[in-house]
């Protein structure tokens, strides 16, 4: 028997072989949303970085005028999202690796997904209050 005829050895069951998921029953989608988002971040990273050094030392009607331009105000909406959105799933990871107890983990998700979704809505609603000039 050659090498190539040995059985490949594997650490899933085969219930799930046939779904096609890891250990954690969720495959490895939140691995590649993380994986996008930080892509994202770091694509978005320089633009940001350059609108709040633009802001330093500048009063709120220049702020108001900068951000109310659409492709810094669009630009700067698509960061948040994107960090909110690695946010949650990066402490989503830790909560499911290392809390052991099931309700306290459950609880534990579920206001880490309700102060992800606060930060992003207020981050926004920040952004677009600045750039109507409200």
Excluded: C
Aim: proline share 3%; glycine share 6%.
């Amino acid at each position: 028997m050659s090498a190539s005829d040995t059985p490949k050895r594997s650490m899933r069951t085969p219930l799930g072989r046939v779904r096609s998921l890891g250990a954690a029953h969720s495959g490895t989608s939140d691995f590649w949303r993380q994986r996008i988002t930080a892509v994202a971040m770091t694509l978005l990273m320089i633009p940001v970085i350059v609108v709040i050094v633009m802001l330093f030392g500048r009063n709120q009607a220049f702020a108001a005028q900068t951000l109310g331009s659409l492709p810094i105000a669009v630009i700067m909406l698509l960061f948040i999202v994107a960090s909110a959105w690695h946010m949650k799933i990066g402490m989503q990871v830790v909560i499911e690796d290392y809390v052991h107890h099931e309700k306290l983990k459950l609880v534990s998700i579920m206001l880490n997904n309700f102060f992800s979704i606060a930060v992003a809505l207020a981050s926004a609603y920040a952004i677009l209050k600045l750039s109507s000039g409200v």
